[in-house]
């Protein structure tokens, strides 16, 4: 199942295009969801009682409108419609539960508002086990490369094992980029690093973590894309050439479990395409 939000907003439309286009690739019911949140307007001295039924109607016929544009993108998909109470962040980290993805435009109105990082793309992205996938509203044509970001660490591997089925569904391009960095320390008088030796280790580091990825998947073609750089530089520069960047995200600590990383933070505000973030 694949669930997209939606609050009729030029970027959600994108969205539910996005997600339409990804249950078919991936043969997977889609559901959309519209988050009905009265509390804002039940504070005051004198509320609008009629207010409410205004905002099912509302949710309603964008849910309407949500329908009919997923059936054009793709009528052999099973779309149904949900609306729900509550809150957005909360109502998608419940419907999170057994999802292959959750899908959101990139800034919203009403049921889903925020800016590109506002509290439902941070919430959600930081707080939810599987891929959430934030789609800008602009068109841009298809490309056919994925990238990913790795890095040294185990949790990247749920990022590379999404960027792998998604190149491969597509029949694209996956370029795996890790951009490494000297310690600052390294810049200081009489401190000798071999750069030969270290861009060889950091290949080392790429190559170990596609070892397996490469025998499950060969039909995909891989390029390594390692570089001195700063990551989130070198992550927005691959993504004005791909139709999805897929970054893993994974905190330190008790935060982590509520905040996206630097990085994810990072080329979710850059990125020229759509972001796929994939919590450990």
Request: proline residues 6%; hydrophobic residues 40%; charged residues 20%.
């Amino acid at each position: 199942m694949i669930i997209v939000g939606v609050d009729g907003s030029v970027t959600a439309r994108a969205a539910v295009e996005w997600a339409a286009n990804d249950a078919f690739r991936m043969r997977e019911p889609l559901r959309i969801v519209h988050a009905v949140d009265r509390s804002p307007y039940q504070i005051g001295k004198f509320p609008n009682a009629a207010l409410p039924d205004t905002l099912l109607r509302e949710g309603q016929r964008i849910l309407r409108e949500a329908l009919a544009l997923a059936h054009e993108r793709q009528p052999d998909v099973e779309v149904t419609t949900q609306d729900i109470e509550g809150a957005p962040t909360e109502v998608l980290r419940e419907q999170a539960k057994d999802t292959t993805e959750i899908v959101l435009g990139s800034r919203g109105l009403g049921g889903f508002a925020g800016a590109l990082l506002g509290s439902v793309s941070t919430h959600v992205a930081g707080r939810v086990h599987g891929p959430v996938v934030v789609v800008r509203g602009d068109h841009q044509p298809v490309r056919g490369e994925i990238v990913v970001g790795v890095d040294d660490s185990p949790e990247c591997e749920p990022a590379l094992a999404y960027a792998f089925r998604q190149a491969k569904l597509r029949g694209s391009t996956l370029r795996v980029v890790h951009a490494w960095q000297l310690p600052v320390h390294a810049f200081a008088p009489g401190v000798p690093y071999d750069m030969d030796e270290i861009r060889t280790a950091q290949h080392q580091i790429v190559s170990d973590r596609l070892e397996t990825f490469k025998k499950e998947y060969p039909q995909v073609t891989v390029v390594e894309d390692v570089q001195s750089a700063q990551p989130v530089e070198a992550l927005t520069d691959a993504s004005a050439r791909a139709d999805l960047l897929v970054v893993g995200s994974h905190g330190h600590g008790a935060a982590g479990a509520i905040l996206l990383g630097s990085v994810s933070r990072g080329v979710l505000h850059h990125a020229r395409c759509p972001v796929a973030v994939v919590r450990a």
